[in-house]
T-cell receptor
Framework: GQQLNQSPQSMFIQEGEDVSMNCTSS?????WLWYKQDPGEGPVLLIA?????ELTSNGRLTAQFGITRKDSFLNISASIPSDVGIYFC???????FGTGTSLTVIP | DAGVTQSPTHLIKTRGQHVTLRCSPI?????VSWYQQVLGQGPQFIFQ???????GRGNFPDRFSARQFPNYSSELNVNALLLGDSALYLC????????????????FGSGTRLTVV
């Protein structure tokens, strides 16, 4: 099945730094969602986007639905150790997931 | 409230065997989706069921099948297991197939870890 391309593949940052990651697709999607997955657990929804150009925040997390509807971005401000995990984007009623961005926060 | 529950949590099978994985959605959720997540990759969509009918199917061979019961629980069956079927199998539920725009997204269970030897 199709997988969305996420970048970067992995990130190692200092606690307190901001984080940016993105997700691109060759297809247009009407929905973009961002999930976080901890080891041994299923993904947990962070943010959902339903409109091109939409910018949505959830605490320190901000996500944007790209104007072309082929991409989305996730930003995490002032990272903390519990932000560690793998972040996935998903599009198209969640039929398609990204390849994941692994985030490591160094205290 | 109970979340999405999956059973068993871990399973070891031999090549060629058959396996049945089970999922109970959140109470009130009528849509169930199944995903395969190979280590180091994102979830791959297998099936979506809504009101006991198949609403979507991913690019998986016919060895994979599923069904949804009147109580909205679901089973994923895999026949003639291959080594490559080893993965975390995730179930996700939602109010409806769109993910429920008013309650966006799906809620995932913790998965069943299948190892084929």
């Amino acid at each position: 099945g199709q997988q969305l391309n996420q970048s970067p593949q992995s990130m190692f940052i200092q606690e307190g730094e901001d984080v940016s990651m993105n997700c691109t697709s060759s297809s247009i999607f009407n929905t973009w969602l961002w999930y976080k997955q901890d080891p041994g657990e299923g993904p947990v929804l962070l943010i959902a986007l339903y409109k091109a150009g939409e910018l949505t925040s959830n605490g320190r997390l901000t996500a944007q639905f790209g104007i072309t509807r082929k991409d989305s971005f996730l930003n995490i401000s002032a990272s903390i150790p519990s932000d560690v995990g793998i972040y996935f984007c998903a599009g198209g009623n969640q039929f398609y997931f990204g390849t994941g961005t692994s985030l490591t926060v160094i205290p | 409230d109970a979340g999405v529950t999956q059973s068993p949590t871990h399973l070891i099978k031999t090549r060629g065997q058959h396996v049945t994985l089970r999922c109970s959605p959140i109470s009130g959720h009528k849509s169930v989706s199944w995903y395969q997540q190979v280590l180091g990759q994102g979830p791959q969509f297998i099936f979506q069921y809504y009101e006991k009918e198949e609403r979507g199917r991913g690019n998986f061979p016919d060895r994979f099948s599923a069904r949804q019961f009147p109580n909205y629980s679901s089973e994923l069956n895999v026949n003639a297991l291959l080594l490559g079927d080893s993965a975390l199998y995730l179930c996700a539920s939602s109010l409806d197939p769109t993910g429920g725009l008013a309650n966006y997204g799906y809620t995932f269970g913790s998965g069943t870890r299948l190892t084929v030897v």
